[in-house]
């Protein structure tokens, strides 16, 4: 199922929040199992990436890397440039990955958006179409303490 999830991408103006298309398996039915699907999905990814860069970290000297001006440029609005290699060559952790994002959840580290409504429970029931928009936005921490 294709879902339709806003993104701030770091660095970038203010209201630059661009929709992204998050490919998951199955119909979440709930927060939590929305959280997982998703989960899933970008640890998928990033394993993936990984896998390319050090395939293609062995079959290209280093001398060869390079970046256009455009992918410079690119890089440069996140505040940070690289060639996208993944030098630790570690994969991410499913299980870690899931158990961390229902944690963080739980302790209101972000929250999630369902077409503008706040999802406040895991447990909370979902009906799930490739038309709805889920926003994930990270909360900060300004000065001061929490207790």
Do not use: H
Request: charged share 30%; aromatic share 6%.
């Amino acid at each position: 199922m294709k879902l339709r999830v806003n993104v701030k991408s770091m660095g970038k103006k203010p209201k630059a929040v661009e929709e992204t298309i998050c490919l998951v398996a199955g119909c979440p039915g709930t927060v939590k199992e929305l959280i997982l699907a998703v989960v899933d999905s970008q640890v998928e990814e990033y394993n993936q990436r990984a896998e390319a860069s050090e395939g293609q970290q062995e079959a290209y000297p280093k001398v060869l890397s390079c970046l256009t001006r455009e992918g410079i440029e690119k890089q440069a609005e996140g505040g940070r440039i690289g060639f996208g290699v993944n030098y630790g060559g570690k994969k991410a952790d499913q299980k870690a990955a899931e158990e961390n994002a229902i944690q963080c959840f739980e302790d209101g580290i972000y929250r999630i958006f369902m077409d503008g409504q706040p999802l406040l429970s895991l447990e909370e029931p979902l009906k799930v179409t490739e038309e709805k928009v889920f926003t994930f936005v990270r909360l900060t921490m300004l000065a001061g303490r929490m207790w």
